[in-house]
């Protein structure tokens, strides 16, 4: 089993930054990769960037160039800790994130996730 918890959400103003961080425990060994996600009230879930234990990263096509995702120790270790910088927010990014933890248990991928914290872009 794997534990998510995400922290960092929050007001902030247009343009404005924001940290998120997402920590997962219990059998973190078992973790390939970590990600964060996004909705809106109304709208479909949406990738917003996720990192592997190997470190190839990918983020989605609206927060490109904005957003960076980052682990907490090196390639190699186990992926544990991932944050999420935010800069030049708009009032599109306002939804709830929420951390995924990707994990093979058994030869099966199990998904894990936290349960979401809000951030919200607004004058």
């Known amino acids: 089993q794997v534990q998510v918890v995400e922290s960092g959400g929050g007001l902030v103003h247009p343009g404005g930054s924001l940290r998120l961080s997402c920590v997962a425990s219990g059998s973190i060994s078992n973790i390939y990769a970590m990600g964060w996600y996004r909705q809106a009230p109304g709208r479909q879930r949406e990738l917003v960037a996720t990192i592997t234990e190997g470190d190839t990263i990918a983020y989605g096509p609206s927060v490109k160039g904005r957003f960076t995702i980052s682990r907490n120790n090196a390639k190699g270790s186990a992926l544990d800790t991932v944050n999420l910088q935010m800069n030049n927010l708009r009032s599109e990014d306002t939804a709830v994130y929420s951390c995924?933890?990707?994990?093979?248990?058994?030869?099966?991928?199990?998904?894990?996730w936290g349960q979401g914290t809000q951030v919200t872009v607004s004058s």
């Open positions: 995924k933890a990707a994990a093979l248990v058994s030869g099966k991928v199990m998904d894990y």
